[in-house]
């Protein structure tokens, strides 16, 4: 028997491995898929910060650099814990040069710095968003929404899709006037959410960009709409059923 959500009964005499005692290879089986998908808030919001530094010279560059980063640090801390999670990524201080020729030489240096800050307090975000945009020569990217690793959210989906292929498998054995009687394997073939990607931001995401800008001061806070996140669960199981009378 085969169907068009590719749930499909097995009566050949293969493998038992894992089937109760009491079950025999004439047993007839059935094999189903379970799914589910769940649509829930955003627990995590994730902000990359680029803080960039120009100079005639490598230590002016780096000497710039050094102090916009700090000043960027020392604002993400400012909001205590409402930031998760704070790490310093890729640092690169590197020459720029004058177009190539027989008279190339060193024009100016730029250095750059990568920021990545983690909050579960969204009420805190939109403000600290925009003033690390207000400082000079620093990007803000994000915010990246998703759900903590460990978030009960995946253990809950996977659950609905084992309810989903005993409930399945039952109707099938329901169809022709038998029970089920054991359970075979249960294969988890891919349980996923919309995690955090990587830049570019995906699509709900908000982008916010300051090059150069000079500091406003009482810059309003951006207001912030959390991006839902799906929840995936699948798995195959197999279960044997009493031999029906056909």
Do not use: C
């Amino acid at each position: 028997m085969t169907t068009d959500d590719h749930s499909s009964p097995d009566t050949g005499p293969g493998s038992t491995a894992g089937a109760k005692s009491g079950s025999t290879t004439a047993d007839p089986r059935v094999a189903v898929r379970g799914e589910a998908r769940l649509e829930v808030d955003p627990e995590i919001a994730r902000i990359t910060v680029t803080v960039t530094a120009r100079g005639r010279d490598r230590r002016t560059a780096l000497d710039d650099l050094t102090q916009r980063n700090n000043t960027a640090l020392q604002l993400i801390k400012s909001y205590g814990e409402a930031v998760e999670k704070l790490e310093t990524g890729n640092f690169a201080i590197s020459p720029q040069l004058t177009d190539k020729g027989k008279n190339e030489r060193v024009r100016a240096y730029q250095g750059r710095v990568l920021i990545t800050a983690e909050l579960g307090d969204f009420t805190a975000l939109g403000e600290l968003t925009t003033r690390l945009a207000d400082l000079e020569l620093t990007r803000v990217d994000g915010p990246y929404w998703a759900l903590r690793p460990d978030s009960p959210v995946h253990a809950q989906a996977r659950r609905q899709a084992v309810h989903e292929a005993v409930h399945r498998a039952r109707e099938y054995a329901d169809a022709l006037g038998s029970h089920l009687t054991s359970l075979i394997d249960i294969a988890d073939i891919g349980a996923n959410n919309g995690a955090l990607p990587p830049p570019p931001p995906p699509p709900g995401a908000m982008r916010a960009v300051s090059y150069g800008a000079p500091e406003m001061a009482g810059a309003p806070a951006l207001d912030l709409e959390p991006q839902r996140q799906t929840v995936y669960a699948n798995l195959n199981a197999r279960f044997t059923m009493a031999p029906p009378e056909l």
